[in-house]
């Protein structure tokens, strides 16, 4: 196995890692929903600028991952759960060690968590009745 090193090594991350996700019973109907077959290609290289501009510092992604979440929220009325931010980070993990190591792989692994938990706490603060649900 290798080190993260490199645009290439990240687009190979995103791409393997979401063609598992596309395929996972409980989170890929989510995605394959929200996400239209022509789209995808587009989508794996914003995804794949967001993590160069995380782990290589290279200002490359524009855009605004809360507010994706809290519309495909929105659209599955309220319907994401803390368990599809884990589903996530379950398998992002399990790609990560089937394909590298080192310090990168594990920025990598840390930022996501961070970053799931994040996402999963601005769309549940965004929802009308988190002030007085759980």
Same mark, same amino acid.
């Given at each position: ?7 290439? *090594? ?8 979401? #063609?598992?996700?596309? &395929?996972?019973?409980?989170? #890929?109907? +989510?995605?394959?929903?929200?996400? =239209?077959?022509? @789209?995808? !290609? ?6 794949? *600028? ?8 290279? =200002?490359?992604?524009?855009?605004? !991952? ?6 495909? *929220?929105?659209?599955? !009325?309220? #319907? +994401? ?9 379950? $398998?992002?993990? @399990?790609?990560? *060690? &089937? $394909? ?18 994040? @996402? ?15």
């Amino acid at each position: 196995m290798k080190e993260i090193e490199s645009r290439a *090594d990240i687009a190979l991350l995103v791409n393997t890692f979401y #063609g598992e996700i596309r &395929k996972e019973p409980f989170i #890929g109907p +989510i995605f394959n929903k929200h996400i =239209a077959e022509e @789209q995808w !290609p587009k989508h794996l290289e914003t995804l794949t *600028d967001f993590w160069e501009t995380n782990l290589f510092g290279i =200002a490359k992604f524009k855009g605004n !991952p809360t507010l994706k979440h809290f519309n495909v *929220d929105k659209n599955l !009325p309220h #319907g +994401i759960k803390q368990e599809h931010f884990g589903k996530w980070l379950e $398998l992002w993990f @399990q790609t990560i *060690d &089937k $394909l590298f190591v080192g310090e990168l792989a594990h920025k990598a692994k840390e930022a996501s968590r961070r970053m799931a938990h994040g @996402q999963f706490m601005a769309v549940w603060n965004n929802r009308e009745n988190s002030k007085t649900a759980f």
